[in-house]
């Protein structure tokens, strides 16, 4: 609506200025006091006469909440991602699945349905948006992405960070964004805000945020290997082995665990068995069998060190989850604010349709009169040709009215449905139920009042102080990285041999040993042979340039990032403040409108009424039509922006899920309760 808008309304006046003629009957019932302070209007039933009686509206009404009772007594789903998890421990090395995609409209949609037409209130609109919306559908998945981030970081991984940006890809409405636009960062709230890209790097330009010495995997880590190796080797020197062709035969296998601590502490455990058999003289065991172990622990006690240092991953995914929580609100508010705009440009265009179809069958009524009086030479034959003139204007201006609203109501039911691949539902039209809204009372608060909701409520300031604490911790870890590498570390280990004696070596004399590789396993851990030692490590980078210059960048970044803080703050008072008078304005409009309305109303009456005694003719009646037309047109308008300022305000102060009666459980499943028609 956006685009299109404009050009349509400012067709619309230019044709409505030549005549438009509507008759006193219908004037009178289409000429009820409408403004800020009135209440929603009578419920028409389709697109015909303004106004409708109110026994007819509220059987309407009656009808789409028995359909819709019966519709939500079904089963319903709601949008729910399992976490994968199980007690099988291959479970680890398989694949995880997502439910597919349910791209079928919610029932709501369905028991809003009469006679071939879809009957909307404003309420009933939100609702169907917060389950059907694709925007909200996408942004849905962000949530458990979160879940996936933390659990990553919880073993250890870097926070592959989460897209917190509001998404509006719907058309229609003003276009606006909550926040301002935000963008992919894994920590940020809006492009121009503190948050922004406060969880990670983005495009070419790489952050700090996030830096410092690095994280090991927690997931304990086992590796193995083993193999089998025969050698023929022809000597020249008989004099180690005692034969001229030595053949040896080995059955080697070592494993590995290995595993990483918060505090950066690193504990390994090695052991490697072997078996081996020769044809030498000279050996005293054949086969040899032999069990060693070595167990290490390390240390860092500068860089390294530390749960600031280590979990620092963990810290930025929990508050990215903060974050996507409160994008996600963000994310509601503006799929709501939108939603509100596009129904109430449906509302303007669902009346406008009406008085320009009203003001053809005026100007068509007049034409018939007129041929009559002119077949009895009453009038000359100028004002036929007048009168059809106007009709043809009229035709034109109802053509342009139609299209106005047929494409209004396409870009309402694209944005309440997941799918509109339906031809009936493609072609139904759309009945706005709400038409008006009551005064707002934000037009009188006091501003430091609104202010203050406004940071109280709005989530991208909430998500802007969360990204400063990130900075903020961000800093402690890059300066760990400025320290030198320096860790502690003991070892254990213990050999263990065994073996048959080699009947071949004679005269050899050795200690007794196990005969099995169970006894020389033994040996490897009874203390019999063992091996201890402790040292430490130090590393240190001479000049240490790349660390410092990264640390100081952080530094400034976080600078950056307090201006950036400061500059929204600055932005929120002028979309509050900007907010209030464009809703002061459109109240006054709305008042100025009504008043034009009423003016052009009784101008018109008296008009008629002197045609009727003769001192006016009918091309002076039809004058005052087209001007009550115009002014009728200019109130709804007027009706549309007051509505549309008040949608702002509550976006700018961050009421909108309150002034909706929306509850953010509700959006995250997908499934709203207790909306009545």
Request: overall charge negative; charged content about 20%.
């Amino acid at each position: 609506m956006k685009f299109f808008s404009p050009f349509a309304r400012l067709l619309v006046p230019v044709s409505i200025s030549a005549l438009l003629l509507l008759p006193a009957a219908t004037v009178a019932q289409t000429a009820s006091p409408a403004g800020p302070a009135n209440s929603t209007h009578a419920v028409p039933s389709a697109p015909q006469p303004a106004q409708q009686p109110a026994a007819k509206a509220t059987t309407i009404e009656q009808q789409i909440h028995e359909n819709a009772v019966g519709h939500y007594a079904l089963p319903r789903d709601s949008f729910h991602v399992e976490e994968p998890h199980s007690h099988n421990p291959f479970a680890a090395y398989m694949p995880s699945t997502v439910p597919p995609l349910d791209l079928s409209n919610s029932p709501r949609l369905k028991s809003l349905e009469i006679n071939g037409k879809l009957y909307l209130s404003l309420r009933e609109a939100i609702a169907l948006a917060i389950e059907n919306n694709l925007d909200l559908a996408y942004f849905r998945y962000n949530l458990p992405i979160a879940r996936t981030d933390l659990a990553r970081t919880k073993a250890g991984g870097v926070a592959n960070g989460v897209n917190v940006g509001v998404r509006q890809n719907t058309p229609g409405g003003n276009g606006q964004s909550f926040g301002s636009g935000n963008s992919a960062g894994s920590a940020g709230s809006s492009a121009g805000s503190a948050g922004a890209s406060a969880g990670g790097a983005g495009g070419i330009v790489t952050s700090t945020l996030g830096e410092g010495s690095a994280v090991h995997s927690y997931d304990p880590q086992l590796s193995a290997v083993g193999f089998v190796d025969h050698t023929k080797t022809q000597l020249t020197n008989i004099v180690t082995t005692g034969t001229p062709v030595f053949d040896q035969n080995t059955v080697e296998g070592e494993a590995e665990y290995r595993q990483y601590f918060p505090l950066g502490t690193n504990i390994q455990f090695d052991y490697q068995g072997l078996r081996q058999t020769t044809n030498s003289l000279y050996n005293a065991t054949n086969p040899t069998l032999e069990s060693a172990f070595q167990f290490y622990v390390y240390q860092p006690v500068l860089q390294g060190f530390g749960l600031a240092t280590n979990d620092r991953y963990i810290h930025i995914a929990k508050k990215n989850m903060q974050l996507t929580n409160l994008g996600f609100r963000a994310q509601v508010i503006a799929t709501v604010t939108q939603v509100e705009d596009i129904y109430w440009d449906l509302a303007n265009a669902y009346e406008d349709e009406q008085v320009k179809e009203n003001a053809l069958q005026f100007a068509q009524k007049t034409l018939d009169d007129d041929r009559k009086q002119l077949k009895l030479q009453a009038i000359p034959e100028m004002q036929v040709l007048k009168d059809e003139s106007d009709v043809a204007a009229r035709e034109g201006d109802l053509t342009v009215a139609r299209a106005n609203l047929r494409l209004n109501e396409l870009l309402i039911k694209n944005a309440l449905t997941k799918t509109i691949s339906d031809p009936k539902l493609v072609e139904m039209p759309v009945v706005p139920l709400t038409l008006e809204t009551p005064s707002d009372p934000n037009a009188d608060r006091p501003i430091d009042a609104l202010i203050k909701e406004a940071e109280k409520n709005r989530p991208d300031v909430t998500m802007d102080q969360l990204a400063m604490e990130i900075a903020q911790r961000s800093l402690k870890s890059i300066r760990n990285e400025l320290l030198p590498s320096l860790s502690l570390y003991g070892e254990y280990a213990g050999v263990g041999n065994a073996g048959q004696p080699n009947p071949n070596c004679a005269g050899c004399e050795t200690v007794p040993l196990p005969n099995s590789y169970g006894g020389s396993l033994q040996n490897a851990f009874n203390y019999s042979s063992p091996e201890y030692q402790a040292g430490f490590q130090l590393n240190i980078t001479l000049r240490n340039r790349i660390a410092k210059a990264d640390q100081f960048r952080a530094v400034l970044e976080y600078r950056q990032r307090q201006l950036a803080f400061e500059e929204q703050k600055k932005s929120i008072l002028f979309d509050v403040r900007n907010s209030q008078y464009a809703l002061r304005q459109a109240e006054a409009r709305v008042t100025a409108a009504q008043q034009a309305r009423d003016l052009a109303q009784k101008t018109f009456a008296i008009t008629e009424q002197e045609q009727k005694l003769g001192a006016k003719s009918s091309y002076d009646t039809l004058a005052a039509q087209d001007a009550l037309a115009v002014a009728q047109s200019a109130l709804y308008d007027a009706q549309a922006a007051y509505a549309k300022a008040q949608v702002d305000i509550d976006r700018a102060t961050g009421e909108t899920l309150d002034q909706v009666d929306i509850s953010i459980d509700d959006a995250r499943l997908g499934v709203v309760h207790n909306i009545q028609p």
